[in-house]
């Protein structure tokens, strides 16, 4: 069309039917999957987070003045010293042995493989009760080895050394089943193209195999030190748990709670949840960490 200025418009199409947009239809809940995921909840409600409130709630009903107060004891320091060396043991020679292990299985293969893999799993099918069990059979006075542990003057059973390798075996194997899968998705490549150019078996380790495998070791590293701090079954049968000697923290609480000190307990219990809320988080950060290098 042409305007009364000279210029032109172009005509405009109306179209006699105009689209309406679709309507989203609502689709219908599905009741079984909020039924599965309300019955987790009320069953992660009864067995954690009621009683983990309650164990704060305990701690701190009278105030913090009493939760610190029951910090300074001496039978609760000498517990938690006690523990703190457990693990500054247990922890570095299961990290060795895991290591060990683990190169062993993932870049040689030998007759017996497979049940090496299932003797390193043994602590997690056994009870921890019948470990230390196991313990006193071998190194009690009248086990296997007590007749020369008593001629040489040498005490394993209700002393540290026995309480040492309970912890030891509970947590033995966390470092090498977090660092196996690590080290056969890497594979040997880079390491064989390190020797062909002269580097030695040490500086292999060094730079080339422990960077691939930091974060597998430093996850197996948080499990195996949670597991050798909050171990109760196995160190309770061989220690004897005797105040100010051969109690950790974790027999402290039952021992405090069993003499109705139920505020010295509940204040030990609060350290050891501490303890497993900063392994949950330092988890969750190697977990993000090593999901973002996959």
């Known amino acids: 069309m042409t305007q009364n200025d000279g210029s032109f418009e172009p005509p405009r199409f ?3 039917t105009t689209k309406q947009p679709e309507q989203n239809q609502s689709k219908p809940r599905n009741w079984g999957v909020i039924g599965l995921i309300a019955i987790a909840v009320a069953y992660l409600f009864l067995v954690l987070y009621i009683p983990a409130f309650n164990v704060f709630f305990q701690a701190f009903k009278k105030g913090v003045g009493p939760f610190l107060l029951n910090l300074t004891r001496s039978d609760f320091q000498n517990a938690a010293r006690l523990t703190l060396l457990l693990a500054l043991v247990a922890v570095p020679v299961n990290t060795v042995f895991g290591l060990c292990a683990a190169w062993a299985i993932t870049r040689h293969k030998f ?4 049940l090496v893999l299932s003797i390193i799993d043994l602590p997690f099918s056994i009870s921890p009760v019948v470990a230390g069990l196991m313990i006193v059979l071998l190194y009690g006075r009248q086990g296997w080895f007590g007749g020369f542990l008593e001629s040489h003057d040498l005490k394993i059973i209700f002393a540290f050394p026995g309480m040492l390798l309970a912890t030891a075996f509970v947590s033995m194997p966390f ?4 660092v196996i899968p690590v080290l056969e998705e890497v594979g040997k490549d880079q390491e064989e193209a390190a ?4 580097a030695k078996p040490w500086q292999i380790f060094w730079r080339v195999t422990l960077p691939n495998i930091r974060w597998g070791l430093l996850y197996g590293l948080i499990l195996t030190n949670a597991r050798a701090m909050g171990e109760f079954g196995a160190v309770s049968v061989v220690s004897g748990n005797i105040a100010n000697k051969t109690q950790s923290l974790p027999l402290f609480v039952e021992e405090a709670y069993k003499q109705y000190e139920t505020e010295a307990a509940y204040s030990a219990a609060v350290l050891l949840a501490l303890l497993a809320l900063v392994t949950l988080v330092l988890k969750e950060i190697l977990e993000r960490k090593t999901s973002k290098r996959a």
């Open 14 to 16: 109306h179209s006699s």
């Open 111 to 114: 007759p017996g493989r497979a």
């Open 175 to 178: 470092v090498a089943r977090e």
């Open 195 to 198: 020797k062909t150019l002269g």
